[in-house]
């Protein structure tokens, strides 16, 4: 049995030009951290003795015979590409899917790092980012960019840059008091609204050529986010930064934001926030906030039942949690 561990993420600047078409032509880079909360993937070989040869459960449960079968895409995918077969997959995480946080690249990470695992084979983060990149993208063709793949792979702040096919990533080296001063900044709500990713990726991939001038210049966001927090400038300079971008981001697809999404974070500019952003392509899931800490009681107030996550960055990228090599169950002759 496997059990791994894989963080979601916070993509602070960047987003959308991650996009494989986009990066190829005018490169790409991007600004996020993981944090402290994870998804959790179980596998197991499944033993011989049910009318059924594979069990995956997730928001629901299937029952299958051939690998060819599953419903699931995504694990559906990744067995295929690794030719795994007979086995009990389980999926459970602390927050839920489809809100921003890039939970389907970090399940995808997750469940390679274990069925490599299950047949003893050791691989390294790039090789679990690049083949959850190339299962997502070309094997499920899923539209979206290679952020998510990468950040969960890997785990902690860093900067990713884009091009030619490829990606390099290099961590963002400020001191630790600076980095906790950023992460009191930060408050994370679930706006309640769940959606699918691929479906807004879909908008940005149609219109790349038009909004060229306004992906380049949130691109150029990172470079100036990374002098911010090297230098000693008032870190209030970043949440401004984070406000420019939305605004951007907000204008690039009528699908990127809401009237509901709009209520809420002007109401937490009202009460001391100073930037902001959906996270992940937009449309809904979870809201993040920049503000001062004793902005935070009255922000918190105004959010309308909204549910408050609490936040740590956290550097260690996916990982095994438990490994109990298990024997194969072996069908003997039959008795004459």
């Known amino acids: 049995m496997i059990i791994t561990r894989t963080p979601f993420r916070i993509s602070f600047f960047g987003g959308g030009s991650d996009y494989q078409p986009f990066f190829n032509e005018h490169g790409g880079s991007v600004l996020s951290t993981t944090f ?34 599953i419903e699931h895409p995504l694990v559906r995918n990744c067995m295929l590409h690794l030719n795994a077969h007979n086995l009990n997959v389980a999926y459970d995480a ?66 990713i840059d884009f091009y030619d096919d490829r990606f390099s990533l290099e961590p963002v080296i400020i001191s630790k008091e600076r980095k906790i001063e950023l992460e009191n900044c930060l408050l994370m709500f679930f706006t309640g609204i769940s959606r699918v990713s691929s479906t807004i990726a879909q908008s940005y991939v149609k219109s790349l050529h038009d909004i060229k001038s306004e992906l380049l210049e949130i691109k150029s966001f990172v470079s100036e986010a990374e002098k911010i927090l090297i230098s000693t400038s008032d870190i209030t300079d970043f949440g401004k930064l ?16 809401t009237s509901f999404v709009d209520d809420i974070y002007n109401a937490a500019i009202r009460e001391g926030a100073v930037g902001g952003k959906l996270l992940g392509a937009g449309g809904g899931g979870f809201i993040l906030f920049f503000a001062k800490p004793e902005y935070h009681s009255a922000i918190k107030k105004v959010m309308k039942g909204l549910v408050f996550v609490p936040i740590s960055f956290e550097n260690s990228g996916s990982r095994v949690l438990y490994y109990i090599p298990e024997d194969d169950y072996i069908k003997e002759g039959s008795i004459k």
Do not use: H, M
């Open 242 to 257: 984070l406000d420019l971008s939305w605004k951007i981001k907000r204008g690039l697809t009528t699908k990127t934001s």
């Open 94 to 159: 602390d927050l839920p899917a489809r809100s921003g946080l890039g939970s389907s690249s970090s399940f995808a990470v997750g469940l390679l790092q274990a069925l490599y695992s299950l047949r003893g084979q050791y691989v390294d983060k790039r090789q679990l980012a690049e083949d959850a990149i190339y299962v997502e993208r070309v094997l499920c063709s899923e539209s979206g960019g290679w952020q998510d793949q990468v950040a969960a792979a890997f785990g902690g702040f860093n900067r």
């Open 36 to 69: 402290d909360k994870y998804c959790y993937t179980t596998v197991r070989k499944c033993p011989p003795f049910f009318d059924y040869n594979s069990q995956i459960r997730y928001a629901k449960t299937e029952y299958i015979v051939s690998t060819d079968d």
